[in-house]
């Protein structure tokens, strides 16, 4: 069972995931806060697989509290958001969240979404995500971190990150490189380890921090 608890100021949204996560069998809705403040106790007190958190409450937000949580190791966090283009959002990326989902996501994709995280995967929207980091990263064209973090990478692990960088699937990568499938994924792999991250939403941000993928650029 995927042990998930919901976090929203908003008693109708907590309804209605409660409603969509009730009728999953390999879900189990284990606990409903309605401030960053009762999620961090919450996740310390249940332990979930998944905090599903709403970015923009009172008392502490779920940007802080994604931090808080992420930084003891107890949960995974999946955001959500109203709005696509969030200052909020790009701060959860930051706070080591693994993606986040707009709240008219339609319920099969919210559920989807909740499993992949709970097994370690990473969820973003390229076209989105690619929007929040033009938006936010590197105003005025200057890194925001240094470029040698990335000396750890071999040249095709650069090229391969500028790609995931940009939104592309595995699959996607492998046919613009004329790679496998397979060797794409064990690049991915490795570029994480070497760079310890804990997935793809980590490495896009840093790619973008770092001036290996520039806003704007395609």
Do not use: W
């Amino acid at each position: 069972m995927i042990r998930v608890v919901v976090v929203d100021d908003q008693e109708l949204m907590r309804v209605g995931f409660r409603m969509v996560l009730g009728a999953q069998p390999d879900i189990d809705l284990v606990g409903e806060a309605a401030d960053g403040a009762a999620a961090v106790r919450l996740a310390g007190e249940l332990r979930p697989d998944v905090v599903l958190m709403d970015v923009r409450m009172p008392v502490l937000d779920g940007v802080e509290a994604t931090k808080l949580i992420v930084g003891e190791g107890t949960s995974r966090v999946l955001v959500m958001t109203t709005f696509d283009l969030d200052e909020y959002v790009y701060s959860a990326l930051q706070g080591g969240a693994s993606g986040f989902l707009l709240k008219d996501t339609p319920p099969d994709h919210l559920v989807s979404a909740l499993r992949a995280v709970a097994e370690g995967d990473a969820v973003m929207s390229p076209s989105v995500t690619r929007r929040l980091l033009d938006r936010f990263v590197g105003s005025g064209g200057v890194p925001l971190r240094d470029a040698a973090e990335l000396d750890v990478l071999t040249e095709r692990e650069r090229e391969v990150l500028a790609l995931v960088a940009k939104g592309l699937s595995n699959t996607e990568i492998a046919e613009r490189l004329f790679l496998s499938e397979a060797t794409v994924k064990t690049h991915v792999g490795r570029i994480l380890a070497k760079l310890d991250l804990r997935d793809r939403v980590q490495a896009v941000v840093l790619a973008y921090e770092t001036g290996l993928a520039r806003p704007g650029t395609s």
